[in-house]
T-cell receptor, first 111, second 113 residues
Framework: GENVEQHPSTLSVQEGDSAVIKCTYSDSASNYFPWYKQELGKGPQLIID?????GEKKDQRIAVTLNKTAKHFSLHITETQPEDSAVYFC??????????FGTGTSLTVIP | DAGITQSPRYKITETGRQVTLMCHQTWSHSYMFWYRQDLGHGLRLIYYSAAADITDKGEVPDGYVVSRSKTENFPLTLESATRSQTSVYFC????????????FGPGTRLLVL
């Protein structure tokens, strides 16, 4: 099956700086890559996603890049704010039925 | 709008007991999923369902049973709970397969003593 690795496991940045979280996947047939944000005591919430026919996607301060050749994708958050503090998960899917998640990154934005 | 709800939110049980976790969604989504979340493992798929009366195993199905008699409900049963099943359980749903957004419930924290 698919194997998704996520780094780093923890990340601290100063408010206003950028944060980058990286994921790699093993199955070259995976074609959908969502990113989720999970706040304490809540379920994960989709923040951005990318499909394999696109190399980059942006939504305000959040961007995701995909390198199919290297089988890795990254989440970029610019101008970080304290409310960005949460756990972030990447995931990969090829069927839309089974999603394989990374182990999560705990992001802390220091005011 | 209720969206997707889970009950109970917290549960303490003993080894060997049967436990059922409930999941209900109000969107008429066809696909529903059960995940468990453990430190160091992220989210792992237990079972999923493409429609009423259609279920399939995920990555970690052993020790769990699911059913889906109605589109809006997807209960997860631990037939004989074990300590290794102590975890946070999340239910999710999507409109269809093929990369649709997954919407997650708030989770159920289960402790097996």
């Amino acid at each position: 099956g698919e194997n998704v690795e996520q780094h780093p496991s923890t990340l601290s940045v100063q408010e206003g700086d950028s944060a980058v979280i990286k994921c790699t996947y093993s199955d070259s047939a995976s074609n959908y890559f969502p990113w989720y944000k999970q706040e304490l005591g809540k379920g994960p919430q989709l923040i951005i996603d990318i499909r394999s026919n696109v190399g980059e996607k942006k939504d305000q301060r959040i961007a995701v890049t995909l390198n199919k050749t290297a089988k890795h994708f990254s989440l970029h958050i610019t101008e970080t704010q304290p409310e960005d503090s949460a756990v972030y998960f990447c995931a990969a899917s090829k069927t839309g039925n089974q999603f394989y998640f990374g182990t999560g990154t705990s992001l802390t934005v220091i005011p | 709008d209720a969206g997707i709800t889970q009950s109970p939110r917290y549960k303490i049980t003993e080894t060997g007991r049967q436990v059922t976790l409930m999941c209900h969604q109000t969107w008429s989504h066809s696909y529903m999923f059960w995940y468990r979340q453990d430190l160091g493992h992220g989210l792992r798929l237990i079972y999923y369902s493409a429609a009423a009366d259609i279920t399939d195993k995920g990555e970690v199905p052993d020790g769990y049973v699911v059913s889906r008699s109605k589109t809006e409900n997807f209960p997860l049963t631990l037939e004989s709970a074990t300590r290794s099943q102590t975890s946070v359980y999340f239910c999710a749903s999507t409109g269809a397969g093929g990369g649709e957004t997954q919407y997650f419930g708030p989770g159920t924290r289960l402790l097996v003593l």
